[in-house]
């Protein structure tokens, strides 16, 4: 079994996730009855719509309502799901606070018609300048990375991290094409992405890890939760 779940939308009414904390409560019940209760609070932040502070301002006034009732066995950390834009860098302040909570692991994301061209990694580089290590999520919204492997392997070797959404393993045109970045080691981590019981369902955990393991084994399974833990622990 999976424990962590590093990429959510549960923190409520910051964006199209969970709309109330009752709706964030309901999506964190449901990832503790399939056994993860270490949950990263990931909302989205699209950098070229407002300012760093603005989003944290916030992220902040929801999670100061929202912490104080989460259950007791679940550890939470705050996070962002960073668009990743050259306005990023137009404020001169501390990323860190965009960072899952108390690392430098960053989820990244990038307009899905992404080449990753020159201009894309001058801005993972400038990220990785500043100590971030960026993690790229749901890596199978990538056109041009699921066709040109060598590209994703080259982010790899960069030091990226590349994460999927477990939904994508339970939908048959992507969950081959899935099974078999893992076995060559190509995505790191597995998570919900869950935004209500319907979108990314945090069900969808439980249906992936089941189709996995009968495909990779138990050994995939252990990789997966150990590079998890290492992320939410900023290892």
């Known amino acids: 079994m999976l424990t962590y779940d590093l990429h959510t939308h549960i923190l409520p009414g910051v964006d199209d996730g969970a709309k109330t904390a009752e709706d964030a409560l309901e999506l964190i019940s449901s990832l503790k009855s399939q056994g993860i209760c270490n949950i990263c609070l990931t909302p989205h932040f699209y950098t070229h719509h407002e300012s760093i502070e603005d989003f944290l301002e916030r992220r ?12 007791d066995d679940v550890c939470v950390k705050l996070g962002a799901e960073v668009y990743v834009t050259k306005y990023l860098f137009s404020e001169e302040r501390d990323m860190t606070p965009l960072c899952i909570e108390g690392t430098s692991f960053m989820i990244t994301e990038f307009s899905y018609d992404s080449t990753f061209s020159d201009n894309t990694m001058r801005l993972i580089t400038a990220l990785r ?21 060598k590209r994703l392997e080259e982010l790899i070797y960069s030091g990226i991290i ?3 959404n477990a939904v994508s393993f339970t939908q048959f045109s992507t969950k081959r094409k899935l099974i078999k970045l893992l076995k060559d080691g190509c ?22 890890v089941e189709y996995i393991k009968s495909k990779c084994g138990d050994d995939v399974i252990r990789t997966l939760q150990q590079n998890a833990e290492a992320i939410f622990k900023g290892k």
């Open 60 to 71: 902040t006034a929801s999670a100061r309502n929202f912490l104080p009732i989460v259950p």
């Open 129 to 149: 300048d500043r100590g971030i290590t960026p993690v790229i999520p749901h890596v199978e919204r990538y056109p041009f990375l699921l066709k040109n492997k």
């Open 162 to 164: 590349i994460q999927s």
């Open 187 to 208: 995505i790191h981590v597995l998570s919900s992405d869950a935004h209500s019981t319907n979108r990314n369902s945090p069900l969808a955990m439980t249906a992936a």
